[in-house]
């Protein structure tokens, strides 16, 4: 490849689109290694080895290492830049998914769900920073939409990729091939990937001749806009996971479904969902053309994935009759997380300094693995406690209703706590400032 061929002017390059497909590809993989031992422990030999609680807690086990990891995997691929970050990130998730082969007691799982935690969380700052390399601020919602909507895709190709795969050769072998799948994409993206010469410039670029630098992430975790986006995620995040991670056994508990059935009618959601990751980010891009601001835009777009995501759950008790309509509002819950998340995944760039873009998101990111640490054990033993009382129906109504309420709030706090979506004056003097500026106390 010819670097050469990046044009260093105004006009973005084409090679963005190459390049925001490695992390779309890159994200399908994420999702297939994150959720094939859901389905696979969903019915059969696993299933007994792994209960209901059990499962929560190995749940839980991965939202641990991943609250875990984004506590510094942001800073990190901000450091590395998104070639060599992205890199280490897929081979150490990919390492983890093959060691789930190897797995014989709970104890076991719950290790390589760890180390699966630690590695996939890294993904969406990645690609995060990805986007800031070759996107201009106006086309990151669009672009952020792109590689996010690879998790629908990995979840829609799951269910019959899993039911085959796991039928056919057993979950062991599954495991294996499926790892296979993410050296090959190493291979790709090492001879593929290149950091653009000149990246799009930032709404504040820093002084000619300067450069800015990361900022610690503490300093970015006492800013509102950060604390109140993780506290934010620690509602919304686990919605999807329960989408997700319980889907499978959903099917089979209420509506006795067996894994082929599973493997063919299971994507449904998930089909829809992946028309939010476009359709999400589009329409910000469409009201920004019409003329709404884009700090604006991008909160009423939040405002109604947040809604859809909230309604069609708590719909769920009242609706969910039949496989069919249950599917369906699964689907509407996905399809406003997946709108939601488009447009978030491009909030830290357009808050703090692009050199510090993947570090805010992954601090964010901790309530992803803090709220899906909470959430996943409390479904488990939700699920558990009703289902022995009351039967399985009941008890996922009262998990649906619960998730409903926690995506409104969630929602709220990003309306109404996180403050306006612009730029922080502050942290991007900090950026631009330098290292001997920062070590003087301020008279």
């Known amino acids: 490849m010819n670097k050469k061929n990046y044009i260093t002017t105004e006009k973005p390059s084409g090679w963005r689109w190459t390049m925001v497909s490695l992390a ?57 830049g998104a070639r060599l970050g992205y890199m280490l990130c897929m081979a150490f998730w990919t390492t983890a998914g093959l060691a789930h082969a190897f797995a014989r007691t709970p104890w076991q799982f719950g290790l390589c769900r760890f180390f699966l935690g630690i590695g996939e969380a890294g993904n969406w700052p990645a690609g995060l920073k990805l986007t800031s390399e070759w996107f201009p601020p106006h086309e990151r919602s669009t672009a952020s939409g792109i590689f996010n909507s690879g998790s629908a895709l990995g979840a829609v190709i799951v269910p019959p990729l899993i039911a085959y795969m796991g039928t056919r050769y057993g979950w062991r072998s ?98 829809i969902a992946d028309i939010g990751n476009i359709g999400g980010g589009y329409f910000t891009q469409y009201i920004i053309g019409r003329g ?22 708590l719909a769920g008790p009242f609706f969910a ?44 990111c901790i309530g992803n693995g803090l709220g899906g640490a909470i959430f996943q054990s409390l479904s488990g033993i939700t699920l558990r406690s ?31 706590g996180m403050g306006p979506l612009i730029k922080n004056e502050t942290l991007q003097r900090y950026a631009d400032s330098p290292a001997t500026d920062r070590l003087t106390p301020a008279p």
């Open 292 to 313: 709404v601001p884009i700090p604006r835009a991008r909160k009423i777009s939040v405002g109604l994935s947040g809604g859809i995501m909230g309604l069609a759950l």
């Open 174 to 271: 599954t495991f294996v091939i499926l790892s296979i799948f993410g050296y090959v994409w190493l291979i790709l993206f090492r001879l593929i990937y290149f950091t653009p010469p000149t990246a799009p410039p930032p709404a504040n670029p820093a002084p000619h001749g300067t450069k800015e630098r990361s900022i610690p992430p503490l300093k970015l975790l006492k800013t509102r806009f950060v604390s109140m986006f993780l506290l934010a995620k620690v509602f919304i995040e686990p919605v999807w996971y329960f989408v997700t991670f319980w889907l499978g056994r959903y099917l089979v508990d209420v509506f006795h479904w067996d894994m082929k059935k599973i493997g063919w009618y299971a994507i449904l959601p998930f089909l």
């Open 24 to 80: 779309f590809l890159a994200t399908v993989l994420n999702y297939v290694h994150r959720l094939a031992f859901n389905y696979l422990s969903a019915d059969g030999a696993l299933r007994k080895l792994i209960p209901d609680d059990v499962f929560g807690y190995l749940g839980t086990a991965f939202f641990i290492a991943y609250m875990l990891s984004n506590i510094f995997s942001g800073y990190v691929i901000d450091r590395l």
């Open 386 to 416: 009703v289902s022995a009382s009351h039967g399985y129906t009941t008890a996922y109504n009262a998990l649906l209703i619960g998730f409903g309420i926690c995506a409104l709030i969630g929602t709220a706090i990003l309306l109404f």
């Open 321 to 364: 009759d039949s496989p069919v309509s249950a599917l369906i509002l699964f689907g509407l819950a996905g399809f406003g997380y997946t709108s939601y998340t488009a447009n978030c995944l491009a909030f830290p760039a357009d808050v703090v300094p692009r050199s510090s873009a993947a570090s805010a998101w992954g601090l964010a």
